[in-house]
């Protein structure tokens, strides 16, 4: 059994988790890094939460003034009673942007945090320096990609049992030593949640073959992000993910491709040398002009 922890990326990393008041929502949020140094806001997938990128704020922190998010209605974020649609998340992240005193940001997001990455890239540019995109989603809808999210997901809140959240995993990184059981045990602790249970459904609005098509983000769109963007190709990732991120890197103007053929879902959480190491110097360009 792998008994690695999420502990082992933070325990010298000096960062301080706490919670902001955000337009009335209780917003957990994870902060590392120089007080003065370029902002770097870090974006979870569905259901997700700041210690997705436990192995992340260490190493960016050394330069970046780093934020890692419980998006609105995940993690240990408040969770109103309303669909979580797009602009509702991007209105959070900004909400968060605000309440820290940041204007601009390098963001980083991964599946549902890309895709809210990238509205803002389209709809707020002013508010954007560099874009990194991994397992994105938002272009496409596919119909038994949204079955198997809403199915995995709802089983595993209505019985949160070790086997049912160690199933979620399976589709988020594909190598078993990665893992964690501390990982494990933190997103059951949060599907144990009184406040999860009962709104699951309005977490997985954007898996809604009614919702979702009008929170996609059209081809035109994608051409029109001009921030310099990083996508990453997770080669073991699900189909879907896969061709998005093959298309947004095609319509973006300014992509370019990491290829990690041998991650599936959380690509900087499975490979965290090779992702850092690549992010770094990407962001890296925007320091040097």
Request: one cysteine or more.
């Given at each position: 059994?792998?008994?690695?922890?999420?502990?082992?990326?933070?325990?010298?990393?000096?960062f301080e988790q706490r919670y902001l008041d955000v337009d009335g929502l209780r917003t957990r949020i994870a902060t590392a890094g120089p007080e003065d140094g370029v902002p770097v806001v870090m974006l979870h997938g569905t259901g997700g939460h700041w210690e997705t990128f436990?192995?992340?704020?260490?190493?960016?922190?050394?330069?970046?003034?780093?934020?890692?998010?419980?998006?609105?209605?995940?993690?240990?974020?408040?969770?109103?009673?309303?669909?979580?649609?797009?602009?509702?998340?991007?209105?959070?992240?900004?909400?968060?942007?605000?309440?820290?005193?940041?204007?601009?940001?390098?963001?980083?997001?991964?599946?549902?945090?890309?895709?809210?990455?990238?509205?803002?890239?389209?709809?707020?540019?002013?508010?954007?320096?560099?874009?990194?995109?991994?397992?994105?989603?938002?272009?496409?809808?596919?119909?038994?990609?949204?079955?198997?999210?809403?199915?995995?997901?709802?089983?595993?809140?209505?019985?949160?049992?070790?086997?049912?959240?160690?199933?979620?995993?399976?589709?988020?990184?594909?190598?078993?030593?990665?893992?964690?059981?501390?990982?494990?045990?933190?997103?059951?602790?949060?599907?144990?949640?009184?406040?999860?249970?009962?709104?699951?459904?309005?977490?997985?609005?954007?898996?809604?073959?009614?919702?979702?098509?009008?929170?996609?983000?059209?081809?035109?769109?994608?051409?029109?992000?001009?921030?310099?963007?990083?996508?990453?190709?997770?080669?073991?990732?699900?189909?879907?993910?896969?061709?998005?991120?093959?298309?947004?890197?095609?319509?973006?103007?300014?992509?370019?491709?990491?290829?990690?053929?041998?991650?599936?879902?959380?690509?900087?959480?499975?490979?965290?040398?090779?992702?850092?190491?690549?992010?770094?110097?990407?962001?890296?360009?925007?320091?040097?002009?």
């Amino acid at each position: 059994m792998n008994m690695g922890s999420i502990w082992q990326s933070l325990c010298e990393v000096a960062f301080e988790q706490r919670y902001l008041d955000v337009d009335g929502l209780r917003t957990r949020i994870a902060t590392a890094g120089p007080e003065d140094g370029v902002p770097v806001v870090m974006l979870h997938g569905t259901g997700g939460h700041w210690e997705t990128f436990s192995t992340t704020i260490g190493p960016f922190s050394e330069t970046y003034r780093c934020v890692a998010v419980d998006m609105v209605g995940n993690g240990f974020t408040d969770k109103p009673d309303r669909p979580y649609e797009i602009a509702f998340y991007v209105d959070h992240v900004l909400g968060v942007m605000d309440a820290l005193g940041i204007k601009r940001a390098h963001l980083v997001g991964m599946s549902l945090g890309a895709w809210v990455a990238a509205r803002i890239a389209v709809s707020w540019p002013e508010r954007l320096r560099r874009l990194i995109l991994m397992s994105p989603a938002g272009l496409i809808a596919t119909q038994s990609n949204m079955a198997r999210i809403r199915a995995e997901r709802t089983r595993a809140v209505n019985n949160p049992d070790w086997d049912s959240i160690s199933a979620i995993f399976e589709h988020l990184i594909a190598s078993d030593l990665r893992r964690l059981p501390d990982l494990i045990a933190l997103r059951q602790i949060i599907y144990r949640r009184d406040d999860t249970r009962a709104t699951i459904d309005h977490l997985l609005a954007l898996q809604d073959p009614e919702i979702r098509p009008r929170n996609l983000i059209a081809a035109d769109e994608w051409r029109n992000i001009h921030a310099p963007t990083l996508v990453v190709a997770s080669g073991a990732d699900h189909g879907e993910y896969q061709t998005t991120a093959r298309q947004v890197a095609q319509l973006i103007p300014h992509a370019e491709v990491l290829e990690m053929p041998k991650v599936r879902h959380w690509p900087h959480f499975e490979d965290p040398d090779t992702f850092n190491s690549a992010a770094r110097v990407f962001l890296g360009r925007d320091d040097a002009q």
